[in-house]
């Protein structure tokens, strides 16, 4: 069974940093694919950044040049290094697993969340 459980969040003022890490456990080959979403209040849950298998990462517009995905496979760990961060990055982030994350059919994982609030 896969348990995926984000830490990192709080409060920051715009321009200041944020490291997000996600303790993975349970993960087989087939859920390598992992990702981060956020969801503000009122809006739709939105895709931040994903890595696959081989480490090839993606990022959303709004947050390329500014956040970065990494992973430590020994650890079995997932980050978001979120530089720069304005106040319309404020939403409460998840990590994901799972082949559906790669375009398989596999069952997707979510953690609990994390708040994050960047105030300006």
């Known amino acids: 069974q896969v348990q995926l459980v984000e830490s990192g969040g709080g409060s920051v003022q715009a321009g200041g940093s944020l490291r997000l890490s996600c303790d993975a456990s349970g993960l087989s080959a087939s859920t390598w694919c992992m990702a981060w979403f956020r969801q503000a209040p009122g809006k739709e849950r939105e895709k931040v950044a994903d890595?696959?298998?081989?480490?090839?990462?993606s990022y959303a517009d709004s947050v390329k040049g500014r956040f970065t995905i990494s992973r430590d496979r020994a650890r079995k760990t997932l980050y978001l290094q979120m530089n720069g961060l304005k106040p319309e990055d404020t939403a409460m982030y998840y990590c994901?697993?799972?082949?559906?994350?790669?375009?398989?059919?596999?069952?997707?994982?979510w953690g609990q969340g994390t708040q994050v609030t960047v105030s300006s």
């Open positions: 890595i696959n298998a081989v480490g090839s990462t």
């Open positions: 994901a697993a799972g082949s559906w994350l790669c375009g398989g059919s596999g069952s997707p994982y």
